[in-house]
Structures are given as structure tokens and as C-alpha cells.
């Protein structure tokens, strides 16, 4: 299958500073990439929709100045968390679909986020 | 609305056979995905079905009914490294996927 790079796997930082998290499509050029959030024994939860060269579509309740996505290239996706604090800390992972191809999301391998 | 319902929680011996269902109300329908989370890690793909019936790949398979929005996970031969979480996910109209809690899965020696 496709293969789906998210960088860093995990982060600590202290709370007010940002953070970025990168989503790579390794193999293939993905037009449309998702950001999820999933707290500890819950499922996942879409915060954004990114498609390649245009703005981000938020999920309701998703802070857009907080979170800021950039998916300026058919590879590469990224997450900012702006301003962090202790309840951001949660696991982040990205998923991309293949062009034209809507049957599959391959997902990448996680950011375990940690705001102290 | 659109909603996924599968059980939190099961346990199964080593060996064994476990169905893990799936009910599901989406807006429009494209498809029911099946994925395995191990805790700690993202989500990989098992399965996915868009047209009525089974669908088989090794010791996993996947069932699918659209009337009944209904879908089961079949896992054969349970193997202890089997013990994860179960996602289960709808595809609306708008190609969304709409997931389900989970089941974890306890595989007992």
C-alpha cells in the first residue's frame, strides 16, 4: 500500500510555544490529507480536511487560528498547533487519499503531542 | 445524524473465532472500512466493502448488508497479537469517513 510519513512521532513542549507536525505522502500524490485528534481510549476525531493549494476545511469546534494547516504541495501536509497548552496534548495523525482514488486512507504513524 | 455503534469491549481465547459487529447511519453511503489500531499506534486498513456480502482475505473477513446498515469483522485463528482496537468507519456522500469507537479486542491464552 501507499506509504504516509508523519513527523515527529513524538513532542514535548512547554505550554505557549508551537508546534508543527508534518504529514508526507511517500509514494503517491495525495490531493486531499486529514488531520485527526483521538484522546486515550476514544475514537478519531476529523478536525480538518486538507486540500492541496487552497485553505483548509475545519471540522466545528476546531480553532483555525490555532491549528493552522498548510498543504502547499501534492506531498506534503502540515499541522501547526500555535500556543499550545496542557489540554492540546493528545495523539495527532494525518491520513492522505490517492488522487482521483477515494476507496483507502492511509494513515501515518502518529504524533503523540505532550504540552507541559 | 450520521452515527457508527460497535462494542467497547471484547474477549476472545487464543484460537478462536470473534465477530465484531458493526451498525451504521451515514449520510449517503460509499463504502464501510474496517481498520486495527494497536494502542499507541495509527490506524492500518483490514478491509473495506461497498457491495452486500462477504469478503474474505486470510484469516480476516469482512461482511457487508446496506439494507440492514449493518457490517461484522470476522477474525479466525485469533493470534495473540490480534489483541487491538477495531475501528470501524462509514463513507458518506461527501466521501467522509464517520468512525466508530473502537472495540478492543482481549485475547486470552
Known amino acids: 500500500g501507499a506509504v504516509v510519513s508523519q513527523h515527529p512521532s513524538w513532542v514535548i513542549c512547554k505550554s505557549g510555544t508551537s508546534v508543527k507536525i508534518e504529514c508526507r505522502s511517500l509514494?503517491?500524490?495525495?490531493?486531499?490529507m486529514f488531520w485527526y485528534r483521538q484522546f486515550p481510549k476514544q475514537s478519531l476525531m476529523l478536525m480538518a480536511t486538507?486540500?492541496?493549494?487552497?485553505?483548509?476545511?475545519?471540522e466545528q469546534g476546531v480553532e483555525k487560528d490555532k491549528f493552522l494547516i498548510n498543504h502547499a504541495s501534492l506531498t506534503l501536509s502540515t499541522l501547526t498547533v500555535t500556543s499550545a497548552h496542557p489540554e492540546d496534548s493528545s495523539f495527532y495523525i494525518c491520513s492522505a487519499s490517492l488522487r482521483a482514488q477515494v476507496t483507502e486512507a492511509f494513515f501515518g504513524q502518529g504524533t503523540r503531542l505532550t504540552v507541559v | 445524524g450520521q452515527n457508527i455503534d460497535q462494542p467497547t469491549e471484547m474477549t476472545a481465547t487464543e484460537g478462536a473465532i470473534v465477530q465484531i459487529n458493526c451498525t451504521y447511519q451515514?449520510?449517503?453511503?460509499?463504502?464501510l472500512f474496517w481498520y486495527q489500531q494497536h494502542a499507541g499506534e495509527a490506524p492500518t486498513f483490514l478491509s473495506y466493502n461497498v457491495l452486500d456480502g462477504l469478503e474474505e482475505k486470510g484469516r480476516f473477513s469482512s461482511f457487508l448488508s446496506r439494507s440492514k446498515g449493518y457490517s461484522y469483522l470476522l477474525l479466525k485463528e485469533l493470534q495473540m497479537k490480534d489483541s487491538a482496537s477495531y475501528l470501524c468507519a462509514g463513507m458518506d456522500s461527501n466521501y467522509q469517513l464517520i468512525w466508530g469507537a473502537g472495540t478492543k479486542l482481549i485475547i486470552k491464552p
Open positions: 509514494d503517491f500524490q495525495a490531493t486531499t
Open positions: 451515514t449520510s449517503g453511503f460509499n463504502g
Open positions: 486538507s486540500n492541496e493549494g487552497s485553505k483548509a476545511t475545519y
